[in-house]
C-alpha cells in the first residue's frame, strides 16, 4: 500500500543551527511534492512545492530536496529561530488523481 | 488569508444522528477538499471535489458523504455519527488539481465531538 513516513515524531533543534526534516514515500510515484507548516488550533500553511523533475527549491531560509531514487525529500530550515517552532507536514500529489495525501507531519521544537 | 470559511467551528453531537460541515470559499476556486486530523494519524482525506457535482472519495470516506451543488459550497455529512467520528476536520482549495503545480489552502478546522 501507498506510504509516506515523516521520519521523527519531534525535533529538537538549538537556536541558530539547520534543523532537517525527512520524508520518505513507498508505493507511489508523485508528480509534486509539497511542504507545510501548521501551528496549534490552526489549518496549515503552505510553504514549498518542488516538481518531480527538480532536485533542489528554496525560499529565504527553508531548503527542500527531492530525490524520486531514493523516494525521499528534505526540508531544511537554516537559522533556525524559536518562531520556527511548529508542525510540518509533507505532502505528496500525482498526475493521475487530484488526490493531495500528507504524511503525519514531525513537531519541530528550536530550543533557545 | 484565502477566503475559506468552516461551520460551524465547534460541535458536540450524538452518537447515531447526522451532521453536516460546511466549507465556503471566496475564490472561485475549482478543487475542495474535506481532511480530518487525529492524534497519530495526522491529515487523512475524506472526499475531494474537482467541480460542481463532481467528487471521489479519498483515504477514509466510510461513514461520510458530500455534495457540491455550487462552486463556492462543499458540504461534509455524517449520515449517522459514530464515536469514532470524533476529530478536528479541515477544508482547503485549490485552484488546479493535484497534478499541476498547485497549493492547498485550509480553512480554521471544525472540532467535533460525538458523545
Known amino acids: 500500500s501507498q506510504k509516506i513516513e515523516q521520519n521523527s515524531e519531534a525535533l529538537n533543534i538549538q537556536e541558530g543551527k539547520t534543523a532537517t526534516l525527512t520524508c520518505n514515500y513507498t508505493?507511489?510515484?508523485?508528480?509534486?511534492l509539497q511542504w507545510y507548516r501548521q501551528d496549534p488550533g490552526r489549518g496549515p500553511v503552505f510553504l514549498l512545492l518542488?516538481?518531480?523533475?527538480?532536485k533542489e527549491k528554496r525560499k529565504e531560509r527553508l531548503k527542500v530536496t527531492f530525490d524520486t531514487t531514493l523516494k525521499q525529500s528534505l526540508f531544511h530550515i537554516t537559522a533556525s529561530q524559536p518562531a520556527d517552532s511548529a508542525t510540518y507536514l509533507c505532502?505528496?500529489?500525482?498526475?493521475?488523481?487530484?488526490?493531495?495525501?500528507f504524511g503525519k507531519g514531525t513537531r519541530l521544537h528550536i530550543l533557545p | 488569508d484565502a477566503g475559506i470559511t468552516q461551520s460551524p467551528r465547534h460541535k458536540v453531537t450524538e452518537t447515531g444522528t447526522p451532521v453536516t460541515l460546511r466549507c465556503h470559499q471566496t475564490?472561485?476556486?475549482?478543487?475542495m477538499y474535506w481532511y480530518r486530523q487525529d492524534p497519530g494519524h495526522g491529515l487523512r482525506l475524506i472526499h475531494y471535489?474537482?467541480?460542481?457535482?463532481?467528487?471521489d472519495k479519498g483515504e477514509v470516506s466510510d461513514g461520510y458523504s458530500v455534495s457540491r451543488s455550487k462552486t463556492e459550497d462543499f458540504l461534509l455529512t455524517l449520515e449517522s455519527a459514530t464515536s469514532s467520528q470524533t476529530s478536528v476536520y479541515f477544508c482547503?482549495?485549490?485552484?488546479?488539481?493535484?497534478?499541476?503545480?498547485?497549493?492547498?489552502?485550509f480553512g480554521q478546522g471544525t472540532r467535533l465531538t460525538v458523545v
Open positions: 482547503a482549495i485549490s485552484e488546479y488539481g493535484a497534478g499541476m503545480n498547485t497549493e492547498a489552502f
Open positions: 508505493n507511489y510515484s508523485p508528480a509534486y
Open positions: 475564490e472561485n476556486h475549482r478543487y
Open positions: 505532502a505528496l500529489t500525482r498526475n493521475r488523481d487530484d488526490k493531495i495525501i
Open positions: 471535489s474537482y467541480g460542481v457535482k463532481d467528487t
Open positions: 518542488i516538481r518531480e523533475n527538480e
